[in-house]
């Protein structure tokens, strides 16, 4: 496991964009999955998409094409950005890793971030 | 997308009771399969990962099985500490999705 610290703005007004970071610290960069995690207050997890070390994403489609992650390999780091909010956007987003030491057919999530909770709202 | 169904919504159950918890995939997802556990507040915490393995640190008490679309978490004798939500999570199709959750209330 990994220690992960997330930071970002807490309130947008809608059309605005959301933007959050993620600092990874004690381990493998490289060795993990990383992966943007949404939970509406008082509902239930929403997987928001992936990033690997080298770049490669995958991106839930329900958030349309919205979303971008990117990473910083210099200061081990990923991104999440998400334009146009709205209320639905209202969420803690937490980031989160999927360990991979070789061939990963599946993503489960053993370190988490603490949790930001992003509200929007005019 | 795979729709995962966790069932039931809500248990209310005593200390040293045995819980059940059942999450039904809308298609076949193998074994990928995970558990987590959540308290009020806090982040969510990996108890158990293709369907059956038990993430290190976690109490024997828990249990995980099955495969294809139908998947069970058993908590052999409830303890104080895990009155909490569970949300089951499919490992391998993307979008990765999670079940709506089963909150284990104290009677």
């Known amino acids: 496991q990994v220690h992960l610290q997330q930071w970002g703005a807490g309130l947008l007004r809608p059309s605005e964009t959301l933007s959050l970071t993620c600092g990874v610290y004690?381990?493998?960069?490289?060795?993990?999955?990383w992966t943007w995690i949404r939970q509406p207050p008082g509902k239930g997890l929403e997987w928001i998409g992936e990033?690997?070390?080298?770049?490669?994403?995958k991106y839930n489609p329900s958030l349309n094409s919205r979303v971008t992650m990117s990473v910083d390999t210099t200061n081990n780091r990923f991104s999440l950005t998400v334009t146009s909010v709205t209320a639905a956007d209202t969420a803690v987003y937490y980031c989160?890793?999927?360990?991979?030491?070789?061939?990963?057919?599946?993503?489960?999530?053993?370190?988490w971030g603490q949790g930001a909770l992003v509200a929007v709202s005019s | 997308d795979i729709q995962m169904t966790q069932s039931p919504s809500s248990v209310s159950a005593s200390v040293g009771d045995r819980v059940t918890i059942t999450c039904r995939a809308s298609?076949?997802?193998?074994?990928?399969l995970a558990w987590y556990q959540q308290k009020p507040g806090k982040v969510p915490k990996l108890l158990i990962y293709?369907?059956?393995s038990l993430q290190s640190g976690v109490p024997s008490r828990f249990s995980g099985s099955g495969s294809g679309t139908d998947f069970t978490l058993t908590i052999s004798s409830l303890q104080p500490e895990d009155f909490a939500t569970y949300f089951c999570?499919?490992?391998?199709?993307?979008?990765?999705?999670f079940g709506g959750g089963t909150k284990v209330e104290i009677k």
């Open positions: 990033i690997t070390h080298s770049g490669n994403t």
């Open positions: 989160a890793g999927s360990y991979c030491g070789g061939d990963c057919p599946s993503r489960t999530f053993d370190s």
């Open positions: 004690g381990g493998s960069f490289s060795g993990y999955y």
């Open positions: 999570q499919q490992a391998n199709n993307f979008p990765l999705t």
């Open positions: 298609q076949g997802i193998s074994s990928w």
């Open positions: 293709d369907a059956s």
